[in-house]
């Protein structure tokens, strides 16, 4: 499933909704924002096919007696070929043969990327803030601006990183983002709370990005 397609309209306005509730609360921009994948991760679906044609292989030399070099290369063609196409398209296969330390890397640069092209530093104090999840990886970064990491010690955001988690694995990422956009209103009321001049600096929408 796709993630425009994992938000329903109604999800969409209640989690603009949360938004909205949130920044009553305190000065920060509140911004989440969900994404598909944080990269290609082209190289995977070549592991994937190169298992394919090992598995192919594997199997050709229980069922075959007699071997000869067109058996072999139908097997490691249709080996490779389904390989490559079933790690393309199931995500948990595409998961599990990806390095973690090659998918925290990815997901850090994307959100990072995406805080920039997003001008959460455009706010008035420096107080933008992004809840990003990126689905195939199961991951999440929250990223803060220059305004809140002064004042905002390192490891704030670990529960709600962990609300999030725990909502892409139960299969209620709408509820999850909600939760974890009230937990960053919280946080930050303490050091940044509403200011009677206070404009909405930037939308309060779900963004997507396939």
């Not at 990327?113 to 997003?118: G, M, S, T, V």
């Not at 530093?121 to 990126?134: A, E, H, K, P, Y």
Request: glycine letters at 6%.
């Amino acid at each position: 499933m796709t993630v425009e397609k994992l938000f329903s309209e109604e999800a969409k306005i209640k989690i603009a909704e949360a938004v909205r509730k949130a920044e009553t609360q305190t000065s920060g921009e509140i911004v989440p924002l969900v994404v598909n994948a944080s990269d290609h991760y082209t190289y995977v679906h070549f592991v994937g096919a190169v298992i394919g044609q090992i598995l192919f292989v594997g199997i050709g030399l229980l069922i075959f007696s007699d071997w000869d070099l067109p058996i072999l290369l139908a097997l490691q063609t249709s080996g490779f070929i389904v390989g490559y196409f079933l790690t393309r398209r199931i995500p948990a296969l595409k998961r599990f043969l990806l390095s973690p330390a090659t998918a925290e890397a990815q997901v850090y640069d994307r959100a990072l990327r995406a805080f920039y092209e997003n001008e959460l530093f455009r706010t008035r104090d420096r107080t933008g803030i992004l809840i990003f999840v990126s689905l195939l990886e199961h991951r999440i970064q929250i990223l803060a601006d220059t305004g809140i990491n002064a004042r905002v010690p390192p490891g704030t955001w670990n529960d709600i990183v962990r609300i999030l988690l725990k909502s892409i694995t139960r299969g209620d990422l709408c509820q999850g983002l909600c939760e974890a956009i009230a937990g960053c209103a919280e946080i930050l009321s303490r050091d940044f709370p509403h200011k009677p001049d206070d404009t909405d600096e930037l939308p309060d929408q779900l963004r997507i990005e396939e």
